[in-house]
């Protein structure tokens, strides 16, 4: 199967629990997306980040906000490559 271990430490369990799901669970999380509210308040934090107008809670925020990203889009990859590995034709991922 697709290895895990060279991701980020805290985001390998979230990976390797992947590897447990069925295909239907997978097609699930490769074919999410984020809220659009979620991905709405991270453009606005990184826009004020980007202008040094960051409060000391927005940028504890932004931060926990951009892990969660990441952590959203290494799932959806490690999901994606999953089925690939399981024989499944998985569509470029502007299509998932």
């Known amino acids: 199967p697709p290895d895990w271990s060279q991701a980020p430490a805290e985001f390998q369990a979230d990976l390797a629990a992947l590897d447990r799901l069925d295909d239907t669970a997978l097609w699930r999380v490769a074919r999410s997306q984020r809220r659009e509210a979620d991905m709405a308040q991270l453009t606005e934090?990184?826009?004020?980040?980007?202008?040094?107008a960051l409060t000391a809670t927005e940028t504890l925020e932004l931060e926990a906000q951009?892990?969660?990203?990441d952590r959203f889009m290494l799932c959806?990859?490690?999901a994606?490559?999953?089925?690939?590995?399981?024989?499944?034709?998985?569509?470029?991922?502007e299509k998932l």
């Open 80 to 93: 994606a490559a999953l089925l690939q590995w399981r024989g499944h034709t998985v569509p470029a991922a």
């Open 66 to 69: 951009a892990a969660e990203a």
């Open 45 to 52: 934090l990184l826009d004020k980040n980007a202008d040094d």
């Open 76 to 78: 959806k990859a490690h």
